[in-house]
């Protein structure tokens, strides 16, 4: 792999990712990453014709990925 995409892939200091990179974050494919985005549970800004990913919108989803996954507690 080319070391300069794994390090946009990584780089903080992003204002926004490709899909590509927001899809290597979340270590899933372009086309799921895409439909995430269609979906809405992906947050994305569009650039011109090009569709962003803002870093902490993949820190959110992944969030609300473990809210939504967390073992619920039964009272005894």
Do not use: F, K
């Not at 903080?12 to 974050?25: N, Y």
């Not at 979906?39 to 990925?65: F, I, K, Q």
């Amino acid at each position: 792999m080319n070391s300069a995409r794994l390090d946009a892939a990584t780089d903080p200091t992003l204002a926004l990712l490709t899909v590509e990179e927001a899809a290597r974050r979340l270590r899933i494919g372009r086309t799921l990453c895409y439909r995430l985005i269609g979906s809405g549970e992906l947050e994305s800004v569009p650039v011109g014709r090009l569709r962003r990913v803002p870093p902490d919108a993949v820190n959110d989803y992944v969030t609300r990925l473990r809210a939504a996954n967390r073992p619920v507690a039964v009272a005894a």
